[in-house]
């Protein structure tokens, strides 16, 4: 049976196109690495944000839309997504979102521990340190390479539409990523999922 080699990107709609970069980029310190357009609907941007070359896994798209209408978080989608920082940058960044006056919440879970807050659009983040995955050589905007975003960890899905979220301005649409067949090698990008459910 194929297994997934990974996430190769996460996608979701938020309002403000110039709000977006500031926070993407101007705080998360991530690059933007490609701007275009949305072919479905050319008046809306396409941003991707992710590592100095853009590699899979690091990648978080936007479709930005002034006035698009606030989701809200349901059964099997991406209600968290998680970034992965170097093992001993997170105070690094409490002390970053603090500079932005971003409130955040601190937690274990499994083991490792979380920063919890969301971007001005409303969507949930969390960072948290991990040994594991490529190093960044990517530095920006007062994010040196050390201490910057590795990779996207994990998405956290909602188990079921019963379960109550906090609303939040973007859906995250899909979860993209490689199967790896038993033999070891791996298929192209593949929709792992449908538009909205993994």
Request: net charge positive; with cysteine; charged share 20%.
């Amino acid at each position: 049976m194929p297994k997934t080699a990974g996430i190769h990107h996460i996608t979701s709609f938020v309002n403000d196109p110039q709000a977006n970069v500031d926070f993407y980029a101007g705080v998360l310190g991530l690059r933007l690495v490609k701007k275009t357009i949305n072919f479905d609907a050319p008046e809306v941007y396409h941003f991707y944000f992710g590592n100095e070359t853009g590699s899979p896994g690091t990648i978080m798209t936007f479709f930005p839309q002034e006035n698009a209408r606030r989701g809200k978080i349901g059964g099997g989608q991406v209600g968290i997504t998680v970034f992965a920082v170097p093992v001993g940058s997170l105070d690094f960044w409490k002390e970053r979102l603090g500079r932005f006056h971003i409130s955040y919440d601190e937690f274990t879970r499994f083991g490792e521990t979380y920063l919890r807050f969301h971007d001005n659009s409303g969507l949930l983040l969390e960072l948290t340190e991990r040994k594991e995955g490529a190093a960044s050589t990517w530095s920006f905007g007062g994010v040196p390479a050390d201490k910057t975003i590795k990779a996207s960890g994990a998405p956290f899905c909602s188990a079921s539409s019963r379960i109550r979220h906090r609303q939040c301005s973007g859906i995250s649409l899909a979860w993209i990523g490689s199967a790896k067949k038993e033999d070891g090698s791996v298929t192209g990008p593949k929709a792992i999922s449908g538009r909205s459910s993994i």
